[in-house]
């Protein structure tokens, strides 16, 4: 039977878009009543790609957060093709940033300045693999000439193995992971790779793009897969294996960039973040291992001290709102009108 609560020790997010300005302001309190850091993704536009921009941007998140909050972002440079190697011993001196994200250039929202040619970039990651920062990768190829169901397949064959051969020690994440392929290649690598997986991979497929007409909320980057990509997701998520741990990808646009002839990939899920990662375990028969997954194995990895608060939530449905603000305009989030599961309830100290 089901358990109707559920107490943890309090999660952290190891991959989320936190945007700026007043969109940050809009989205920041989600994130913080669950989670107690967060990986913050780089790519603002500008880009954040040194030690002193990703200071400021930290001490913005901080100045956004609501009173008595305690939450610690954790931040990332954008890597580019002109990311000097001295930026690496910076960050890893800094207490702020703890790893650099790649992203293919285009793959996704505002990667253009991303990388073009790996090789330009293996200076810098020599430094990330003597300095043990990890590299989160964006694993898709963005070669329009590959299916865009294949995007992360093709990336893992072409890129990721030889990667790996030439910086065997590199600390990486490959992030979001959408495919039994990535699944595979994580579970089968040693303990200095690792994968996030968010909660609308755990419980969408690519179905879920085309219900009963086109679905541009469900859009994001990397692709909804199959169904047999989402069960392989669900068994890594909740199989307790340590290379596996929760990364939201939360990342809001504003609903009328999304609702357009060319609209932007991102799910927003950090207003209900846990509850639907409850949802998917539950799912799974597997409630009594979530905790390990939000709450254990991506601090292991990142080699940060576990949380001691504890969080609680209570299987009560609550209805979604059909929007939250988002700056001027607003975020149509996952679930919009429909109802989750699980609630959260209250956070309690040690
Ligand atoms: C992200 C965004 O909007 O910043 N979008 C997404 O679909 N996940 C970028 C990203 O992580 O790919
Ligand atoms: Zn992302």
Not at 52 to 74: N, V
Not at 166 to 177: G, T
Not at 313 to 339: F, I, K, N, Q
Request: proline content about 7%.
């Amino acid at each position: 039977m089901t358990p109707t609560r559920l107490e943890i020790t309090r999660p952290d997010d190891w991959h989320l878009h936190l945007r700026d300005g007043d969109a940050l302001a809009s989205v920041i309190a989600h994130t913080a009543q669950r989670f107690a850091r967060a990986i913050v993704m780089p790519n603002l536009k500008p880009p954040v790609t040194t030690v002193a921009q990703a200071e400021d941007y930290r001490r913005r998140i901080l100045a956004s957060l609501p009173a008595g909050a305690r939450f610690r972002p954790l931040m990332t440079l954008y890597l580019t093709e002109n990311t000097p190697v001295e930026e690496i011993a910076r960050a890893k001196a800094s207490d702020s940033v703890f790893a650099v994200k790649y992203y293919p250039a285009g793959a996704t929202t505002n990667s253009d300045s991303g990388v073009r040619e790996l090789s330009r970039v293996h200076a810098v990651l020599e430094a990330m693999q003597k300095h043990e920062l990890p590299l989160l990768l964006h694993g898709e190829v963005t070669d329009p000439d590959v299916d865009i169901f294949d995007r992360e397949r093709v990336f893992i064959e072409r890129y990721l193995l030889p990667l790996q051969a030439r910086f065997p020690a590199l600390r990486m994440v490959l992030e979001h992971i959408t495919t039994r392929d990535a699944v595979e290649f994580v579970r089968g690598a040693p303990a200095n790779v690792a994968a996030t997986i968010t909660a609308h991979h755990l419980l969408l497929n690519r179905n879920a793009l085309f219900a009963g007409g086109i679905r541009p909320h469900n859009y994001c980057a990397p692709i909804l897969k199959r169904e047999t990509h989402r069960v392989a997701l669900l068994q890594a998520a909740t199989s307790g294996d340590a290379h596996f741990f929760l990364g939201t990808d939360s990342a809001p646009h504003p609903r009328e960039a999304k609702e357009t002839a060319c609209g932007c990939a991102g799910l927003y899920t950090a207003h209900a973040a846990l509850e639907l990662y409850a949802e998917a375990f539950e799912q799974a028969g597997r409630l009594d291992r979530l905790e390990a997954f939000a709450s254990f194995h991506g601090a292991d990895f990142y080699r940060l001290p576990r949380n001691r608060e504890r969080i609680a939530l209570e299987r009560t449905p609550w209805m979604v709102p059909d929007l939250y603000p988002l700056a001027g305009s607003t975020c149509t989030p996952m679930r919009a009108g429909e109802s989750v599961a699980w609630s959260l309830v209250e956070t309690t100290t040690p």
